[in-house]
């Protein structure tokens, strides 16, 4: 390669502002081409490779200037399907492009506007999905700008959003409040999205369901950060705020949570988005905010979008990527100079251009090579990125394990220490045990020694008779000592037949009675031995005791006889013993066998007892699934017709509705009773069916005829009406649906049928013509309260002019005071005139009531006008109404927050409402009446007045606006050509958004006429004939002078209802 150092300095010099244009001028056209592919009329998704081109062009510039240039020159107001692509694009530009993307959409933000407006007041399906969209659009913008710790694609970590909420208990909870709506926003999109489609398999394989269904993929990325955010939050505002405070955000972050549930089941179900992105599944219920443990079971759901296939590229952005020029490559295109002038020295080259074409082709070697990288690198990027969302789920599921490792690890701590303590009880009741066993074998052991004791007191005994034998033998030598033996050996024989009866009786005391056996066996022995020595000095008594000796054999053999029997009754009781024993275990085993049958007998009855009440529930369930399943067909034959053609020519009334709304809404009351006796008695479903059967009658009652009621109202409330109903159908069908499953019946919630009945009882409420609800005996007190409601707020209006006046005073000086104090005064001296005007007013209708009603009284008087009094009231509300918007609009003029033409328009709407109460008090007056001449001198004062105020605005305006001179230095003959065409078409489209302005001008006063017309104009009636108001289609309305006060909003200000409120109104 050749050194940069060698190329001359005035190629140098001229070579990069020229490298630069083309690469500028290639860089527009690459972004223009794909912008038009991107964003075109073909109701087909948008390509990722377009948009993903057009991400790189706003990281190549830092910013999406380029892509705002194109995207306000397309035709958005001709296509809905060309506004709806735009909006997708912008939603992936800002949650992937540059963070300067963001300030760049804050400058279009009217742009934005004005196409979800446009298409808003349009009935076309795209054109609401636009509206809808938009206001999504706005919604992130202002909270990323007001919130820039948020990057728009709402990927921050724990700690940052810590740092986001503070530690001020006031900010946490506006967060959460902001994070609710922008929630709202993204799950009222899906929800419009699904609401148009059929969730048919086939339906999101077309083209047409694709390019509805594409945008959505944004909206579940935005949905799966803001749930965890809301949870996050939620959590910290219940450890700091008590949890009746916070009732209000549980019950939204339910509603939130049950529709973002049913958005990701949808969504999964469709093959659509299998391939595109794999949604997460919430958990079955909410999370437990009033339990801070709770938090630990929380799972951040993760989206992980899958590694996109290579798409075939467009010829036009094809990069050859080589380390040369190959061999059959034409010549780079020459130099612009050399293109000019030729080549220096005729057709050959010098080095310095040889050089300068090398380092071209180098340069745009390593273009196309920093592209590669660049490309590889966001790709590597988006595999890292799923890879880390990977690796955070897998976190998630370990912290969750960890979590329950901690719970098992607490249970098993608890299972060991009772398995201790019934370790420590099981030792106590061994050693126990042990004792017991050594108490026993002591007891053992003193039983042998009184059983050897007693084998020893019978081995004395047998001794002891044998001596005795020996005695008897010797009496026969010593007569003299027979009678001492005889009564020895009775005594000896008595005392061994009482020792063996208590040694049998208790062998406790034998030990006692051996021992006093054995002291009177020794002093036997001793008196024995004395005895044999007194043997010869007995030898005269030894014929007694040999009498005495028969006499003692003789009763020997008596207690022998007497023991013996004893033995035999012994026996005979242990006999009977033995068969008691033996005919109570027989009887035991008897009433064991009895027991048992009679036990199983009762089992038998039990599980037919329960066979019956299973058999009883199933059959009340059968017929509550059957009475759901009917009413599931009702009401979606009634959810039906709000789709129906035929039923468009179908009409109702708003007293009709209201009444079937009422009855409906006492329906779910009694559903919900019905619901809760079944959940506590499954035996009787009788009053859930009959509630249940009512309720889907009348639900469906209350559908149709809300879509045949919104056939004759107004657009704004017809749509609100629409939608209202459809929400009704659906909550009612999701309701019936539960009820057909055992598992959901549980958790049915028929409570939640209600708020969409009441939103459709309150719309009907106010499409009844409420003017025609005013008694005619009413009709007196009316107008004098109106009058001096009137009265009330034209001083209020005075007050708040002069309090405006010193505050602009303190707050401005200079011009801008200048022009102020003489809006306000301008402003005050129409007041006043006003207020002349109303004085003037009462005092000639005094007059007319006091001339035309003779006898009557001035209640009947204005019953039988009633026509002019209505006319009169109108008037009256118009003239208040008009004087307070002319305040409220004089005070944002001061404070530099509206615009001058609200202040013109009002000086014009008052010079209206005064001509008109003029016009009601002039018509029954007497033209040479001096209060007529006072009022009509007051209506031209209230003129001149208002001409005053209109002037006085427009000159301050002209004085207060900056003209800004145009600068044509730097533009050459093609800019500014491209310029003035664009100039072109934006007054084209100025003219065209004029007429569309025009003619809905037209049409808003022309339905003004018709309603003014159905309510009556003031005039002459016959005297016997009674007022009454028509009742017809066009009279539900109320007259466009019953305006409401509403102030305007800020854009950071809007929510789901923005968009209509300016068309509602308020019936006073």
């Known amino acids: 390669m050749n050194s940069i150092k060698n190329v001359p300095a005035r190629v140098l010099s ?126 992130k913008i202002s909270f990323h700008l007001k919130h820039p710790e948020f990057p728009a694609g709402l990927e921050v970590t724990d700690e940052v959003l810590e740092k986001a909420a503070g530690t001020d208990v006031n900010n946490i909870f506006q967060l959460t409040v902001e994070m609710f709506d922008y929630m709202d926003g993204e799950l009222k999109l899906s929800e419009s999205v699904f609401r148009q489609l059929n969730t048919a398999i086939a339906v999101s394989q077309m083209s047409s369901g694709q390019c509805r269904l594409a945008p959505l993929i944004q909206v579940i990325q935005d949905c799966s950060h803001l749930y965890h955010y809301t949870v996050k939050l939620m959590f910290k505002l219940h450890s700091c705020l008590p949890a009746d405070t916070l009732q209000g955000h549980r019950d939204r972050f339910h509603e939130q949570f049950h529709s973002l549930r049913n958005f990701f089941r949808r969504a999964s179900d469709m093959l659509y988005f299998k391939r595109l992105i794999q949604i997460p599944r919430l958990p079955e219920g909410p999370p437990n905010f009033l339990r801070a443990s709770a938090l630990a079971e929380h799972i951040k759901p993760v989206v992980v979008i899958p590694e996109e296939a290579p798409e075939d590229e467009e010829p036009e952005s094809l990069i050859e990527i080589s380390t040369g020029p190959p061999a059959a490559e034409p010549v780079v295109v020459a130099d612009l100079f050399d293109q000019t002038f030729g080549p220096p020295n005729g057709s050959m080259k010098d080095d310095r251009d040889l050089q300068m074409e090398t380092l071209k082709r180098e340069v745009e070697t390593l273009r196309t090579e920093l592209d590669k990288i660049q490309l590889e690198a966001q790709r590597y990027m988006a595999q890292l990125k799923g890879q880390v969302n990977a690796l955070e789920a897998e976190l998630e599921e370990q912290r969750k394990q960890k979590q329950k490792a901690l719970v098992d690890n607490e249970q098993l701590r608890h299972e060991v220490a009772r398995l201790r303590a019934a370790r420590l009880e099981g030792e106590r009741d061994r050693g126990l045990r042990e004792e017991a066993e050594k108490k026993a074998s002591a007891t053992e052991a003193r039983y042998n020694k009184l059983k050897e004791k007693h084998s020893e007191l019978i081995n004395t005994h047998a001794e002891l008779l044998r001596k005795n034998a020996d005695t008897a033998k010797q009496l026969t030598v010593t007569q003299q000592s027979q009678e001492e033996v005889a009564r020895v050996k009775e005594q000896l024989a008595f005392q061994v037949e009482q020792v063996k009866r208590e040694s049998e009786m208790k062998l406790e005391e034998q030990s006692d009675q051996l021992e006093k056996l054995k002291r009177e066996l020794e002093a036997k022995a001793g008196e024995l031995v004395r005895a044999q020595e007194a043997l010869s000095r007995a030898e005269q008594s030894g014929l007694e005791l040999s009498s005495r000796l028969d006499a003692l054999s003789a009763e020997k053999d008596t207690l022998s006889s007497v023991v013996r029997q004893r033995q035999a009754e012994l026996v005979a009781a242990q006999s009977l013993v033995r068969e008691k024993e ?462 409401p006060s509403v102030a305007p909003r800020q854009d950071h200000q809007l929510d789901k209802k923005d968009g209509s409120y300016a068309a509602q109104l308020v019936n006073y």
Request: some cysteine; charged content about 25%; overall charge neutral.
């Open 14 to 139: 001229r070579r990069p502002g020229h490298s630069l244009e083309a690469e500028r001028e290639q860089f527009d056209k690459t972004q223009a081409i794909s912008i038009s592919k991107a964003i075109n009329t073909q109701e087909a998704p948008v390509k990722e490779k377009h948009a993903r081109r057009i991400i790189m062009g706003t990281h190549h510039e830092k910013g999406a200037f380029t892509f705002w240039s194109y995207a306000i020159g397309l035709p958005l107001p001709s296509s809905s399907i060309l506004s709806w692509k735009l909006c997708h694009v912008l939603h992936k530009v800002l949650r992937d492009g540059h963070p300067n993307v963001l300030h760049d959409c804050q400058r279009y933000r009217s742009n934005i506007r004005e196409i979800g407006d446009l298409w808003g007041h349009l009935h076309d399906r795209y054109g609401q999905l636009v509206n809808i969209y938009t206001k999504l659009l706005l919604t």
């Open 582 to 1043: 033996e005919a109570l275990s027989w009887e035991q085993q008897r009433s064991s066998r009895e027991r048992g049958e009679l036990q199983g007998r009762l089992a038998d009855k039990e599980s037919q007892e329960q066979g019956l009440q299973r058999r009883l529930l199933d059959e009340q369930f059968a017929m509550l699934r059957g009475t759901a399943a009917e009413a599931e067909r009702i009401l979606q034959d009634a959810v039906g017709k709000l789709d129906d053609p035929l039923h468009l020519r179908c009409t109702s009334s708003p007293d009709y509705l209201v009444s079937r709304a009422q009855a409906a809404l006492d329906a779910v009351s009694a559903l919900e009773k019905g619901h809760a006796q079944y959940l506590i008695s499954r035996a009787d479903a009788s009053a859930l069916v009959a509630a249940l059967t009512r309720f889907s009658h009348l639900a469906a009652d209350t559908i149709v005829h809300g879509s045949a009621t919104s056939h004759l109202a107004p657009t704004d409330p017809a749509d609100r009406l629409m939608d209202t109903c459809r929400e009704c159908g659906a909550r009612a069908l999701e309701l019936v649906g539960q009820l057909q499953d055992q598992r959901a019946l549980l958790q049915a919630q028929p409570g939640l049928v209600r708020t969409p009945l009441q939103g459709i009882l309150q719309l009907g409420q106010e499409l009844k013509p409420k003017s025609l609800d005013v008694r005619q005996e009413e009709l007196g007190a009316m107008v004098d309260k109106e009058m001096a409601a009137t009265s009330a707020a034209i001083e209020d209006a005075v007050r708040r002019i002069e309090d405006m006046m010193n505050q602009a005073r303190h707050a401005s000086s200079g011009v801008k005071l200048e022009v102020n104090e003489r809006i306000l005064n301008s402003c005050t001296d129409l007041m006043k005139a006003i207020r002349l005007l109303v004085t003037a007013s009462t005092s000639l209708q005094k007059e007319i009531v006091e001339s035309g009603r003779g006898a009557a009284t001035q209640q009947e008087f204005y019953a039988k006008n009633s026509r002019w009094t209505e006319g009169l009231i109108s008037a009256s509300k118009a003239v208040g109404w008009g004087a307070t918007q002319l305040v409220e609009s004089a005070d944002k003029v001061v404070l530099h927050t509206g615009k001058y033409e609200e202040l013109i328009v009002c000086s014009h709407e008052i010079a209206a409402s005064t001509a008109q109460l003029v016009a009601a008090s002039k018509v029954k007056a007497d033209k040479h009446s001096p209060h007529l001449s006072r009022l009509q001198a007051c209506s031209r004062a209230v003129n001149e007045m208002a001409a005053s105020v209109v002037a006085s605005t427009r000159s301050g305006q002209e004085q207060i606006e900056d003209r800004d001179t145009m600068d044509f230095s730097g533009l050459s003959l093609i800019k500014l050509k491209k310029q003035e065409m664009e100039t072109q078409v934006r007054v084209l489209e100025l003219e065209k958004t004029l007429e569309v302005e025009r003619v809905r001008l037209g049409e808003l006063r022309k339905q003004h006429y018709m309603l003014a017309g159905a309510v009556g104009t003031p005039g002459e009636e016959e005297p016997g004939r009674p007022s009454t108001a028509p009742r017809g289609g066009t009279s539900k309305k109320p007259p466009l002078a019953q305006k």
